[in-house]
């Protein structure tokens, strides 16, 4: 029907047919505990008392929002599982805690991270003030990538742990032949971001790269398309050919 084929092109995971349909508690707790993180990210800055430090608040919108976009990819991440698969047995709620722990772990870390970044690109233009009040060099900058690297490796590992238990339930669940590949796709992408993530980490506490090893993590993006590629989805029988009709 014409009604069906829009709503599959339009939708978030066109190729995925949903399991999740209804929102669950345990997604409601991650909700809450991912909303909590994002306003330690936003609101871990003292209060401003005075117009300069009201300006200087206000610049924070830069670090904020990167490390604000790195948070919601790990929550998009855990709202495709919970909608696609829908499973919630005792496995998946350890796993589940486990994760959450994790970003609450993470997200002091991740915006010293980008406060630290924006620091030091005012000290490129002349003001070094901001690095020197937070007491971070370059060898303390290395040690907080490395806490970020961490934790956001092992919410990766969580997380394709939670898709791996997915796939072990693939007869189960009744995925077809593409959500199946889709499946395996999704966790060697997360597995080749946590290798990533962990020569990021070496390399910031070990080598005198330090903080600069962050652009290891570049390499991300470019890896999942190499994935995509080496594990092509094929078509879905219920897809394929298919043509829009007219309603009725």
């Not at 009201?54 to 929550?75: D, E, H, K, Q, R």
């Not at 939670?162 to 995925?175: F, S, T």
Request: aromatic residues 12%; proline residues 4%.
């Amino acid at each position: 029907m014409l009604r069906e084929r829009i709503s599959r092109e339009l939708d978030h995971d066109p190729r995925f047919s949903w399991r999740g349909e209804s929102v669950t508690r345990i997604e409601n707790l991650s909700d809450i505990v991912f909303a909590l993180a994002l306003g330690m990210i936003v609101s871990s800055a003292a209060r401003p008392e005075t117009f300069d430090q009201l300006t200087a608040n206000l610049l924070t919108i830069i670090p904020v929002t990167a490390a604000f976009a790195i948070l919601f990819m790990i929550w998009n991440a855990h709202y495709v599982f919970f909608r696609r698969y829908g499973v919630a047995d005792g496995h998946i709620i350890l796993l589940n805690c486990l994760l959450l722990l994790l970003v609450l772990f993470t997200a002091y870390p991740l915006r010293f991270i980008f406060d630290s970044l924006y620091g030091y690109v005012q000290g490129v233009m002349g003001d070094w003030s901001r690095l020197e009040a937070a007491g971070i060099g370059y060898r303390e900058a290395g040690v907080i990538m490395g806490y970020f690297a961490l934790g956001y490796g092992l919410i990766y590992l969580v997380i394709s742990q939670m898709y791996a238990h997915a796939l072990n339930k693939a007869e189960l669940l009744g995925l077809s032949a593409s959500e199946i590949e889709m499946t395996r796709q999704s966790i060697w992408i997360f597995r080749v971001q946590i290798l990533i993530v962990a020569l990021t980490g070496v390399c910031a506490v070990w080598s005198p790269m330090y903080a600069f090893s962050g652009w290891i993590m570049g390499l991300i993006w470019p890896a999942a398309l190499l994935v995509d590629r080496l594990i092509p989805v094929p078509e879905d029988d219920r897809n394929a050919g298919s043509e829009i009709q007219p309603d009725g």
